[in-house]
């Protein structure tokens, strides 16, 4: 990486720290990849702390206007649930759909752990993340909107 003057890595994100860090890095240089690193990740937690993560993330990603393929589900979800009130056909298919690749995934998932509690559990988590992500990128654009307008 070249030498930069500039003091901009010299913040603390207490939000989405790792896409900011990435975004501010590629900015001074290429990023190599080093196949042999490890990370040590301490990810035990529960489901209302794995909830509130997942809409901290969100709401990270929406407030300092992140805005990238992650922001292609709260948008869509938007979509899905303009369509519920437009033609209802369109929503329970789109919703069917929706269930559909997550009863594959967790098909898959069951049959490679051999765990028939995944049955239940993994629809039951890719929904309370995927709806606690979109309800905090929302809530983080809006803010952030809010605030750039009264500026």
């Known amino acids: 990486m070249g030498k930069s ?6 913040i603390r994100p207490i939000i989405n720290e790792d896409t900011e860090l990435n975004s501010r890095l590629q900015q001074l240089g290429p990023i190599v990849y080093t ?3 490890i990370v040590h990740h301490h ?8 909830v509130r993560r997942m809409h901290f993330f969100g709401y990270g990603r929406g407030v300092n ?7 292609v589900p709260p948008i869509a979800a938007i979509g ?7 033609s209802p056909r369109v929503f329970f298919a789109l919703l069917g759909i929706y269930v559909a ?3 594959g995934y967790t ?3 069951l049959t490679r752990a051999r765990r028939p509690e995944y049955l239940i559990s993994i629809p039951i988590v890719f929904a309370l993340e995927h709806m606690s992500y979109t309800f905090g990128f929302w809530k983080g ?3 952030a909107a809010s605030r750039r307008g009264t500026r």
């Open 5 to 10: 003057n500039d003091n901009s890595l010299n």
């Open 35 to 37: 196949p042999d690193a």
């Open 43 to 50: 990810q035990e937690r529960g489901l209302n702390e794995f």
């Open 65 to 71: 206007w992140l805005w990238d393929l992650q922001v």
């Open 80 to 86: 899905i649930l303009l369509t519920a009130f437009i």
């Open 101 to 103: 690749i997550v009863g």
């Open 107 to 109: 098909l898959v998932l």
């Open 141 to 143: 654009t809006i803010e």
